[in-house]
C-alpha cells in the first residue's frame, strides 16, 4: 500500500498563491512517478502536472503552464504543486497521485495510488 495525504489547500483570491504538498508514506517514494490532478463537481478529473521520479522532468496541462510549478523532496517522500496567479477556474478538489514507474504519465488512468485531495477556492 502507499498513502498519500495532501495539504496546502484553501481560499484565495484571484491572483494568489498556494503551495500544495502530498506527503507518501508506505512504500519507497524516490522510484514513483507523481502527479497531480484536479477535479471541479460535475466535471471529469483533469490532469495538472507530473514529475519523473527524480524529478529530472515534469509536464503540464496547458491550463496551467507558466503559473504552477511541480517539484519533490524525496528526502522528505512529498511533492508540492506550487499555484501563482490563481484563477477562479483553478477552484476544484486537488488531489496527488503515484505512479508504479519511474516515468510520468498525464491520465488519470496512468497513475495506481490517490490521495482523497484538498480543496482549492479561488474568489473573484
Known amino acids: 500500500q502507499v498513502q498519500l495525504v495532501e495539504s496546502g489547500g484553501g481560499l484565495v483570491q484571484t491572483g494568489g498563491s498556494l503551495r500544495l504538498s502530498c506527503a507518501a508514506s508506505?512504500?519507497?517514494?524516490?522510484?514513483?512517478?507523481m502527479g497531480w490532478f484536479r477535479q471541479e463537481p460535475g466535471k471529469e478529473r483533469e490532469f495538472v502536472a507530473a514529475?519523473?521520479?527524480?524529478?529530472?522532468?515534469?509536464y503540464y496541462a496547458d491550463s496551467v503552464k507558466g503559473r504552477f510549478t511541480i517539484s519533490r523532496d524525496n528526502t522528505k517522500n512529498t511533492v508540492y504543486l506550487q499555484m501563482n496567479s490563481l484563477k477562479a477556474e483553478d477552484t476544484a478538489v486537488y488531489s496527488c497521485?503515484?505512479?508504479?514507474?519511474?516515468?510520468?504519465?498525464?491520465?488519470?488512468?496512468?497513475?495506481?495510488?490517490w490521495g482523497q485531495g484538498t480543496q482549492v477556492t479561488v474568489s473573484s
Open positions: 508506505g512504500r519507497t517514494f524516490s522510484g514513483f512517478a
Open positions: 514529475i519523473s521520479w527524480n524529478g529530472g522532468s515534469t
Open positions: 497521485a503515484a505512479r508504479a514507474s519511474t516515468w510520468p504519465g498525464k491520465t488519470r488512468y496512468e497513475y495506481n495510488y
